[in-house]
């Protein structure tokens, strides 16, 4: 199946600073990424749809100035935690589709887990 | 709404009891509806794809069904590598949204 491939897998940095996450897929072009965020035991919240060359369409409640989303290429999306604050510590995760189709599966990047002291 | 919800939350199984996992879903229109894997500390593994009702896909030891309001993912003799969380997802025909369940821990003990 399509790989997606996101780093860092883990991050711990302190308040204030900006963390950056890249999410690639390795092979196969992804024109849609989308960003989730997860809590333990809690479902995959989706914060973001990232086009490539546009500017990414973010959901309700999210913070389009603390999460900076940039899809440069078809291959590469990032985000950016900006002033990075203890409750943004979570587990992030990218997740790309394979296919043109709207309606095809997703594939996800191994996520990564950020803690802000 | 749509919405999405999984049961049980978590689920203990020994080596080789089969068990059912349920995915009620509640959508204006249902374009597929999407089975994953999740190892902890770990992104989503695809399993299966689902798009209408009466549909059924398998894999090794595990079945997945969709009606129009359920989808079941049927584990039969499991084994302890198949401990992980079950998520399950749908995708509406008017947003093309995935949404996503908080999913079944499962555990099976050898």
């Known amino acids: 199946g399509a790989v997606v491939s996101q780093h860092p897998s883990r991050v711990i940095c302190k308040s204030g600073t900006s963390v950056k996450i890249e999410c690639r897929s390795l092979?196969?072009?992804?024109?849609?990424m989308f960003w989730y965020r997860q809590f333990p035991k809690q479902s995959l919240m989706l914060m973001a749809t990232?086009?490539?060359?546009?500017?990414?369409?973010?959901e309700q409640g999210v913070e389009k100035d603390k999460f900076l989303i940039n899809h440069a290429s078809l291959t590469l999306s990032t985000l950016t935690v900006t002033s990075a604050h203890p409750e943004d510590s979570s587990f992030y995760i990218c997740?790309?589709?394979?296919?043109?189709?709207?309606?095809?599966?997703?594939?996800f990047g191994s996520g990564t887990q950020l803690s802000v002291l | 709404e749509d919405q999405v919800t999984q049961s049980p939350e978590a689920l203990r199984l020994q080596e080789g009891e089969s068990s059912s996992l349920n995915c009620s879903y509640t959508?204006?229109?249902?374009?597929?509806l999407f089975w994953y894997r999740q190892d902890p500390g770990k992104g989503p593994e695809f399993l299966f794809t689902?798009?209408?009702a009466g549909e059924e896909k398998e894999k090794e030891r595990l079945k997945a069904t969709l009606t129009k309001k359920e989808s079941f993912l049927h584990i039969t003799a499991p084994k302890p590598e198949d401990s992980a969380t079950y998520l399950c997802?749908?995708?509406?025909?008017?947003?093309?949204?995935?949404?996503f369940g908080t999913g079944t821990r499962l555990k099976v003990l050898a």
């Open positions: 092979d196969f072009q992804a024109t849609t």
């Open positions: 689902l798009y209408s």
């Open positions: 959508v204006s229109g249902l374009r597929g």
């Open positions: 990232s086009n490539e060359g546009s500017k990414a369409t973010y």
């Open positions: 997740s790309a589709r394979a296919s043109p189709y709207p309606n095809e599966k997703l594939f």
């Open positions: 997802a749908v995708q509406d025909t008017g947003t093309y949204k995935y949404i």
